[in-house]
């Protein structure tokens, strides 16, 4: 009999470019190399009101499950978008709770459902609420802070909700791991780290041919900033950082906010070979991000021999910095490591072969496809 699990995000992974729809959509990916026959996938997401004409179907990788929401696609109205998912949510679950044998919600989207669902309760925390408030609550003024206030109490709520109904939760964090445990007093909240396709991210051979394929000069630095929220993520200090070297140029995935001398901004990105080609053209990618658990962006970067700068209270397990990392001590750190980088090129060369090998080690889809079977119940074949 196959096992049948539905996963819940608030994005189809097939077309979203989020962290957590690039990660379910690995996830899912690398599921039905390992076990295709014997395994039945579908996400429930949400499709709002103007992207009813735009929903994308393919059940070759899962079946979807669109909750339609009687809601343009939310900017102000995302609190209550949240909340109305979850309503929706719950009335799938109860009249389809047969249908699956494992329920897993990715972010404190659909949380409300894990209760009412009566197979195994998977539950990821992505990151948390409180730690992003923290982060961003000074740049904001007027009605957008005390909107972000109660988004975040309501996105908390949700988060405990999710931690308390699940059989088991995951984090890739272990400082949102121990704020839970002590918070709600559960010890069903374990380590899982994120993961990488390392057979799809790799680097290239030849530098200089990527560049030139990509238009851009063959003869520089590069480094690579990649986000969705320039906020929390902080492009405004790459790009302080990168005016302040002398050799570097900056390609920026994400948002078009800054037209400047060595800026190449390329947009957000859906072409996966074309988001491949940046990173293998980039000698570092960097991770301003005042708060960051374990970037999917920067997995992607380290696999394809990326050299990540990012702030010493961030590195992730297996950092060794100056072997396999460049760890800052403050903003003001970041353009004197691109200045030493400049002086001593030579040494990136070493790193990025053992940036490259702790992916391969610690983040391979491979190996944690296996492991997360373990945690769903599922047999398999080794």
Known sequence: MKSRILYVTFGNPLTEIGGIEIYLSTLIKNLK????????????????????????????????????????????????????FNIYLVLFIIRHNKDYDILHVHGDNGTFALRHFRGKRIFSLHGNSKNYYKIIKGQLRGIRSLMLFYATLFSGFLEKVGVLSADLVFSDQMEVINYFKATVKNNNIVYMPNLVDTEFFKPSENRRAVRKNLGIEENRLYAV??????????????????????YFNLLVVGPKEYSLDRIINFGFIKNKELLLEIYQASE????????????????????????????????????????NCILADSDDSFPKILANIENKISNLEIMSHNVRRLALDMFSADKMILRLLEYYGINYIV
């Open 225 to 246: 900033w990649v986000g969705t929220d320039p906020l929390r993520k902080r492009l405004d200090l790459a790009v302080k950082s990168i005016a302040e070297s002398k």
């Open 33 to 84: 190399k390992e076990l295709n026959n014997d395994i039945k996938i579908s996400v429930a997401y949400p499709v709002f009101l103007n992207d009813r004409n735009n929903t994308v179907k393919d059940e070759s990788l899962f079946t979807p499950v669109e909750l339609l929401l009687p809601l343009p696609r939310p900017k102000k109205l995302i609190t209550f978008a949240k909340f109305l």
């Open 284 to 323: 570092v990618i960097l991770i301003t991000s005042s708060h960051e658990g374990q970037s999917i962006a920067m997995l992607e970067a380290m696999s394809a021999g990326c050299v990540p700068i990012i702030r010493r209270y961030l590195s992730v397990p297996g950092f060794v910095d100056g072997e």
